[in-house]
Structures are given as structure tokens and as C-alpha cells.
């Protein structure tokens, strides 16, 4: 075990391995004891707006499966700007009832810098410059946009941006948080 001594005003520090994690220190001040961590093996600390995302996240989530109902906003049917609507709600951020209403919040974002808890736009059926859909981006790997939205067919479900039909009726992407 290597150790260290410090001097400094008034007070000692003990620096020391931590045998049970490698290339840790641990620091003695006082009566106190705490371990750090050396860079490149420290824990993700995410922003708060990161940790709220993932709490809009799970709780769209938690309507996965839901039937779509035009108007819907519980477990007995839904439809997309309802999922948005709830979602946000239940994590205490007020959000506008209609898809075509919340693609006026937040900031318009490139879809490059799309992130967890960021809002999808599209313009579906015949009428394509007025947004009528709306999903929720509930992770990003690479090029690979998955979304939570409610559909007329399949109900509350995770898609692709890279699908063929949602990438060629995407509008824009927004930030809320």
C-alpha cells in the first residue's frame, strides 16, 4: 500500500490506495474519509435536465402497448400528443395539447444533436406542411433515433427514425428541457 502526507493550514491529509478499487485514492481530512476516483473511471453524473428526461421517458414507457384513442390520455387509449402531453405533465412541465402546438416550445434543434427527452415532428398523410404527429426520443446510439409515439394502427410503441416511412415524414426535432 503507497501513502501519501500532506501539510496545509491547521490540518493533515492521508492519501492512500483503496485495494478494493484500483487506482482510487483514498483521503483522510480530519476525521473524515473520502475515496476519489482517478479521471477516465469516474461514475456519469448526468445534469438535471438529463435526469428529468429519463423520468419522461419512463413514464411514456409505461404506456408501451396502450391502444390509440384520438383525444386519449390514460392507459384505457392515447393518441401521440397525449403521450407528450402526459408524459411531461406527470413530471410537472406543461406542455401544449396538439402536436401542431408543441412544435412551437421549446428550441428547434439539428437532428445531430437530438438527445433522450427531445421532441420528433412530423408531417403525416396528405396534408405535408401542417405537423400532425409527434414522438418522444427515448434513446440515441449513433445514427439510430428510437422514439415512443402512439399510432392510429399499432397504438404506443418505440420506432426508428431510421424507418422508411417516419424518416421521410419527419419534420423537426425540438428541445423542451
Request: proline share 3%; hydrophobic share 35%.
Amino acid at each position: 500500500m503507497a501513502a501519501a502526507f500532506m501539510i496545509s493550514c491547521k490540518s493533515s491529509k492521508h492519501a492512500a490506495s483503496d485495494s478494493n478499487n484500483p487506482g482510487s485514492v483514498t483521503v483522510k481530512h480530519g476525521n473524515e474519509l473520502s475515496t476519489a476516483l482517478p479521471p477516465g473511471n469516474l461514475p456519469e453524473v448526468k445534469s438535471p435536465s438529463d435526469q428529468l428526461a429519463d423520468k419522461i421517458v419512463r413514464t411514456a414507457l409505461g404506456f408501451s402497448g396502450t391502444r390509440y384513442r384520438y383525444g386519449g390520455t390514460t392507459k384505457k387509449g392515447m393518441d401521440c400528443s397525449g403521450l407528450v402531453y402526459v408524459s411531461f405533465g406527470d413530471n410537472e412541465i406543461s406542455m401544449e395539447r396538439s402536436s401542431s402546438q408543441m412544435a412551437t416550445q421549446g428550441d428547434e434543434i439539428p437532428l445531430r444533436k437530438v438527445k433522450k427527452g427531445d421532441l420528433l415532428f412530423f408531417t403525416t398523410g396528405n396534408n405535408k406542411r401542417r405537423i400532425n404527429h409527434v414522438g418522444l426520443v427515448v434513446s440515441v446510439d449513433g445514427d439510430d433515433i428510437q422514439f415512443i409515439h402512439s399510432t392510429t394502427s399499432r397504438g404506443v410503441l418505440v420506432s426508428s427514425l431510421s424507418e422508411g416511412y417516419w424518416n421521410y415524414a419527419f419534420n423537426q426535432a425540438r428541445r423542451i428541457l
